[in-house]
């Protein structure tokens, strides 16, 4: 699952030391201090790393981490957070869906080249937007040039320059009223390129993607990729498209590709998660039979990657000798030192995450940026409707998360959501029509909304 990145911060990543990245974190994550350090020193020492001279800085690699904790405790936001203040490429999988080579399934190596990717997509955003005004004013003209008939031949006689300049000065009317917005109704014809095979990816017993071959690169204009339709738009819309046009032309896609593979190369960031899952349980790969035999393949194919290895992908060659990985998992009924030695060796840093208390979970509804209280009053807020939590209804709704994930499944703070679903269900549902657009959230409704069903185990465990 590809995560879109980056996520701009004021603050310049270089001078945040371990103690600011902890505090960055600290205003979207409750808690876990331990994980916190580990990333943010994983971090400072990717800086240092940086700043060294070239041979030692090859010597140097990642210490990779092993997040261990259950389910809805942060280890995925945390390192998702991470990589936005690093505006690193960032990408999260998860280990149960790769197969072991010879199984029908995803190679492991598709991690990296899907970082790629995304590594490319951001880098042709920043590069677009270095050129943005440079595109604008160039699909300004085009735009211009549809919106004005062509200009008339002089008559006998007649000056061409005084033609030229009448000429101009209706242009520069007309970009006034454009920019303005005078022009927004107006429809244009507008040659667009016709798609006439749709994307497609194939996918095959062993590693396709080994090949290396994109059939719709190789083959678009065979089955008529090249050919343009005319398509009538409205001015804004044309102009989006013809901008979109112009700031493709400008952007050098060669120079992208290898911006992208050297930062996948020096600051790329994996999470793994799930990585329990492919964990051989209490030794029982030693009897060859059932699904460990593959798990230990994963882990096996998952190591050259982890230890340091070239990946081929469609934008070139990446060594995956300085990518962060950081992986993830319960460990409810295996353990790290069910993984392969091998593989234990590559995440040095352990680190374990507490699970959430009920005073964690009136800080996450209320303290981060992201707090779901807030969260909930803005999307209301939509509908004119002014939506007030008190202090005490806070710490009932932190009272049954907890007594809902004891009783049930403990799934951390994901508990919270269905909550506060359940809670603002008539809310959300009445908001357009309600004539009293100021509502008050109090102890006495979330009693009213939430006790029954918490009091009903078997009720909440199918609801909650």
């Given amino acids: 699952m590809a995560i879109s990145l980056p996520e701009r911060t004021t603050t310049a990543v270089g001078s945040l030391t371990p103690r600011e990245i902890v505090a960055e974190l600290d205003k979207y994550v409750i808690g876990q201090a331990k994980a916190k350090r580990a990333v943010a020193i994983a971090l400072r020492n990717r800086l240092r790393r940086q700043r060294l001279s070239a041979d030692i800085a090859d010597e140097v690699t990642p210490k990779n981490i092993l997040m261990i904790g259950p389910t809805g405790v942060g280890k995925t936001e945390i390192a998702r957070r991470l990589a936005r203040l690093a505006h690193s490429p960032f990408i999260k999988v998860e280990a149960s869906k790769f197969t072991e080579v010879g199984y029908v399934g995803r190679d492991v190596e598709s991690m990296v080249r899907d970082l790629v990717e995304l590594a490319v997509d951001m880098v042709r955003e920043e590069k677009g937007d270095e050129v943005r005004e440079k595109a604008r004013a160039a699909?300004?003209?085009?735009?211009?040039?549809?919106?004005?008939?062509?200009?008339?031949?002089?008559?006998?006689?007649?000056?061409?320059?005084?033609?030229?300049e009448q000429s101009g000065r209706s242009r520069e009317r007309l970009r006034e009223q454009l920019r303005e917005g005078h022009l927004d109704e107006r429809v244009v014809e507008l040659d667009v390129q016709a798609t006439a095979m749709p994307s497609f990816e194939i996918i095959a017993g062993s590693s396709v993607e080994e090949i290396g071959v994109n059939l719709k690169d190789m083959m678009g204009n065979m089955f008529g990729g090249g050919r343009s339709k005319t398509r009538r738009l409205k001015v804004p819309a044309a102009f989006d498209h013809l901008m979109a046009e112009e700031q493709s032309k400008l952007v050098d896609m060669d120079s992208v590709s290898r911006t992208a593979v050297q930062r996948v190369e020096q600051t790329g960031i994996i999470f793994v998660d799930e990585i329990d899952k492919i964990a051989s349980r209490d030794g029982a790969s030693g009897g060859g039979r059932g699904p460990d035999v593959s798990r230990e393949g994963v882990q096996r194919d998952i190591l050259p990657i982890v230890e340091g290895t070239t990946v081929n992908t469609k934008h070139g060659m990446v060594k995956t000798d300085h990518i962060l990985f950081i992986a993830a998992g319960a460990f409810h009924v295996s353990k790290p030192s069910d993984l392969i030695p091998e593989l234990q060796g590559r995440f040095p840093i352990r680190v374990e995450l507490e699970p959430l208390t009920r005073d964690d979970f009136v800080r996450i509804l209320t303290e981060p940026r992201n707090a779901l209280v807030k969260q909930y009053t803005a999307l209301l807020g939509t509908e004119d409707l002014s939506l007030t939590f008190t202090s005490d209804a806070v710490e009932r709704l932190?009272?049954?998360?907890?007594?809902?994930?004891?009783?049930?499944?403990?799934?951390?703070?994901?508990?919270?959501?269905?909550v506060m679903e359940r809670l603002l269900d008539e809310v959300s549902f009445s908001a357009p029509e309600l004539s009293d657009k100021s509502i008050t959230i109090d102890a006495v409704y979330v009693e009213r909304m939430l006790a029954d069903i918490v009091k009903n185990e078997d009720l909440s465990r199918y609801i909650l």
Avoid: K, Q, S
């Fill in 398 to 418: 932190a009272d049954f998360a907890a007594r809902v994930n004891d009783a049930t499944e403990n799934i951390g703070a994901r508990r919270l959501h269905t």
């Fill in 139 to 164: 699909a300004e003209d085009r735009l211009l040039d549809l919106l004005l008939p062509p200009p008339r031949p002089p008559a006998p006689g007649e000056d061409p320059a005084i033609v030229r």
